[in-house]
C-alpha cells in the first residue's frame, strides 16, 4: 500500500515538474518573439517616419499624380517610346 502512495506521489510530482518546465520554456520562446516583434515594430516605425518625410511625399505626389511645382513644365510621352527607351538603354546589340 505505501508502495502504490509513493508511486502516486512521485508520478504527480513528475507531472508537475513537466508541467513547469514546459511552462517556462513557452515563456522563454514567447518572450523571444516578444522581442523580435518589438524590432519589427521599432524598424516599421522608422519606415514609416522616412515615407511621412516630405521629400518622399514630394517625390511619390510627381511619380504616382503627375503633380508638377509652379513654374515647371510637365513632358509626358507615350508609354511605348518610354519603356524602349529603357529597355535598350542598358544594351549595345548593334543598334
Known sequence: MVGIIVVLIAGTVGFSIFNVISLKKEQHDTLAQQEELKAE?????????????????????????????????????????TENRGNSSGSNSGE
Open 41 to 81: 515594430k521599432q524598424e516599421l516605425e522608422e519606415q514609416l517616419e522616412e515615407i511621412n518625410a516630405p521629400e518622399n511625399i514630394e517625390e511619390e505626389a510627381r511619380n504616382q499624380l503627375r503633380l508638377i511645382m509652379p513654374g515647371e513644365t510637365l513632358y509626358m510621352f507615350p508609354e511605348e517610346i
